[in-house]
């Protein structure tokens, strides 16, 4: 009783209060979650409907899982309802529990019943299955009113026999023509396959190979034709493949060989060629045979270690990069904080002494060591950026943007519009401040004007997420697209700017997988564009991020 006085009991701060009460954000998320709630309860409704009207689907009682799953996932939204007004946590927690473990339930149950339901036949299957049905009842059906006839009419017994006959012939000999031009065309496809194939029996005997193959392994034809399939294979794993082969046609099925394991043939000049290997069960009335698709990956091999060799240097130059980065800031910034220091001192104690001239120079002096130490900065920054896997998360992308607005605190006279809601983004959370905080805040200082307005918006297209952020400003030329993403370069000698930021955003993004662009006309306002590479579907957590 005590445990269910404590889950029940509503000693904690209601969330409305996290709200500040305030009505449109409290009705917004109340209302949000009604919706959600009605529509997550009509959804076991109509699986339990469905379910109950055709008894003879299979795996229905995942169907009665699932339905409870998606019960329990409006529950939890209803909860959040009436946690606004009452601080009952612990039935928050408790449906929760409940949830994960249906969840959890559903989620073992459901991977053991997708192979068995691959398995069923489809119905372009059984619509095959029942035309050569139709076509043998009308067959029989045929013969056997021509033996009705030939019964009923004696008299025309030899020459309806005869006639019977030869549409009997007829139809064997269309079917042994038939089955040669099949055989012909299996030929034509197995030869023109830029894969090397060979085919054995059930025994290991090999009965046909193409051209690729003779390629691949160096012999002719005629010299593998006939001969047992450990011909192609090392002496190293020639004793297991017997077995392999009879495991295989124990349960025939496509599939490719020796998964997780390196697989070599063996040319005919004795070397090992790493290759991958595709089978394939032939059923015939001789018996069932294996089809095999051989594809040298010699090459594949030699790419690999060159992309992963070219990688391994791109990772020594960055950390060379972060490095270098690092002894700079160390050994500079260090100077440039004394020479502005030295010349702040000279200018407020000899100000009276100083013409203004000197006073002037000594002032460019601290500005240009100031500056000195704001580009260390940025290329300390710009050498850091690295994607971190363990940092990804669904994001809700509005609260971010409306963070980095907060944070940048535009001038009045300059608007910042979001086009809410904005799609989730599954990114690192610093480094996503990080690119709409350059974004809008170069927006801010090139509008090249007192007053205008910045728009940003996002949606999902193609499996992609897009981000965009557009001004009315002054614009760019299209010469300069490729130069603002460089590091140091700033178009605007009049605006104080490291020249870093747009390169950041580039990195950041194309770390993430994704691209950057930018559209722009003199006079006619700017737009950046960002699109990011979906992660794989979490959709609780993609929902939960929408929400936010």
């Not at 979650?33 to 339990?48: C, E, H, K, R, V």
């Not at 042994?176 to 005997?205: I, K, L, Q």
Request: one cysteine or more; glycine letters at 8%; aromatic letters at 8%.
């Amino acid at each position: 009783m005590e445990v269910l006085e404590r889950l029940f009991s509503a000693r904690f701060m209601p969330h409305g209060a996290c709200l500040l009460w305030r009505p449109d954000i409290l009705w917004l998320n109340v209302g949000s979650d009604a919706l959600i709630t009605l529509a997550y309860y009509s959804i076991p409704i109509g699986l339990i409907s469905f379910v109950r009207r055709r008894s003879d689907v299979s795996f229905g009682w995942l169907f009665w899982m699932f339905g409870a799953f998606i019960f329990l996932c409006g529950t939890t939204h209803l909860v959040a309802i009436w946690t606004v007004w009452s601080g009952a946590y612990g039935v928050e927690g408790l449906v929760k529990l409940l949830t994960a473990g249906v969840s959890v339930a559903t989620a073992v149950a459901l991977w053991p019943v997708i192979p068995k339901a691959i398995e069923l036949p489809s119905p372009a299957e059984l619509q095959a299955s029942n035309q050569k049905l139709r076509w043998e009842i009308g067959e029989r059906e045929r013969i056997e009113a021509e033996l009705r006839d030939a019964q009923s009419r004696l008299e025309d017994r030899v020459r309806e026999r005869t006639a019977a006959q030869e549409a009997v012939n007829a139809a064997l000999r269309r079917e042994v023509a038939e089955r040669e031009r099949a055989e012909e065309r299996f030929r034509s496809a197995v030869e023109s396959s830029p894969a090397g194939m060979v085919m054995v029996d059930a025994g290991g005997t090999i009965a046909l190979v193409n051209r690729a193959a003779e390629s691949i392994f160096g012999y002719q034809r005629e010299e593998l034709v006939g001969a047992p399939i450990e011909t192609l294979v090392p002496e190293r794993f020639r004793a297991e493949h017997p077995s392999h082969r009879a495991g295989f046609l124990a349960e025939p099925r496509a599939r490719s060989m020796g998964e997780g394991r390196g697989l070599f043939g063996l040319r005919k000049d004795g070397a090992e060629v790493p290759v991958e290997i595709g089978l394939n069960p032939i059923r015939t009335e001789e018996g069932v045979f294996v089809l095999s698709s051989v594809l040298d990956t010699t090459e594949l091999e030699r790419s690999a270690q060159t992309i992963e060799e070219k990688t391994r240097q791109l990772e020594r130059s960055n950390r060379e990069l972060e490095e270098f980065a690092q002894i700079v800031s160390h050994d500079l910034k260090a100077p440039l904080r004394g020479i502005v220091s030295l010349s702040s001192w000279i200018i407020e104690d000899c100000r009276e002494l100083l013409p203004e001239p000197s006073r002037d120079h000594l002032e460019l002096l601290a500005r240009r060591g100031r500056r000195m130490s704001e580009l260390i900065d940025g290329i300390l920054r710009y050498s850091r950026i690295a994607r971190s896997e363990a940092g990804l998360e669904w994001l809700d992308s509005g609260e971010v943007v409306r963070e980095v607005v907060d944070f940048l605190a535009p001038p009045a006279s300059v608007r910042i519009r979001v086009e809410f809601p904005l799609p989730p983004a599954f990114f690192d959370r610093t480094q996503l401040l990080q690119v709409f905080q350059n974004l809008i805040g170069n927006a801010v200082e090139h509008l090249g004007k007192p007053e205008g307005e910045i728009v940003v918006c996002g949606r999902e297209r193609d499996g992609d997420v897009e981000f965009a952020v557009r001004d009315d400003g002054v614009g760019i030329e299209e010469r300069h697209f490729e130069r603002i993403f460089r590091i140091f370069q700033s178009l605007d000698p009049e605006v104080e700017s490291s020249g870093v930021g747009l390169a950041i955003v580039k990195k950041i993004v194309e770390s993430h997988g994704g691209s950057v662009s930018v559209e722009s006309k003199p006079g006619a306002g700017t737009t950046f564009r960002f699109s990011l590479p979906t992660a794989p579907q979490d959709e609780p957590a993609r929902a939960g991020a929408r929400q936010g």
